[in-house]
Nanobody, 121 residues
């Protein structure tokens, strides 16, 4: 199984920055896409950013140009650098990966416990 542990959330003023980290541990055959989702109170969970094993990155329109996703394959860690934060970025941020536990299993999704980000003055 894959265990994901996020860190780096907190309270920040508008215009500030935070860097989220998500470390994967456990046992798997392969990890493909590593993703960051977020869920604000009363809203559905949404995909914020994704990075494939080949390094291809995608972003939601709401964060494009402000957030940067990156991954360190050697450390099994994905990061989300968040700059120019806005109050509407306030949410619980979740790490998610697509993993192959062994070569004969189907791909499965795994989630972290979430880390709270609050953007407020």
């Amino acid at each position: 199984q894959v265990t994901l542990v996020e860190s780096g959330g907190g309270l920040v003023q508008p215009g500030g920055s935070l860097r989220l980290s998500c470390a994967a541990s456990g046992s798997w055959f392969s990890i493909n896409t590593m993703n960051w989702y977020r869920q604000a109170p009363g809203k559905q969970r949404e995909l914020v950013a994704a990075v494939t094993s080949g390094g291809y990155r995608t972003y939601s329109d709401s964060v494009k140009g402000r957030f940067t996703i990156s991954r360190d394959t050697a450390k099994n860690t994905v990061y989300l650098q968040m700059n120019s934060l806005k109050p509407e970025d306030t949410a619980v941020y979740y790490c998610n990966v697509d993993a192959l536990i062994n070569s004969r299993d189907p791909w499965t999704q795994h989630w972290g416990q979430g880390t709270q980000v609050i953007v407020s003055s």
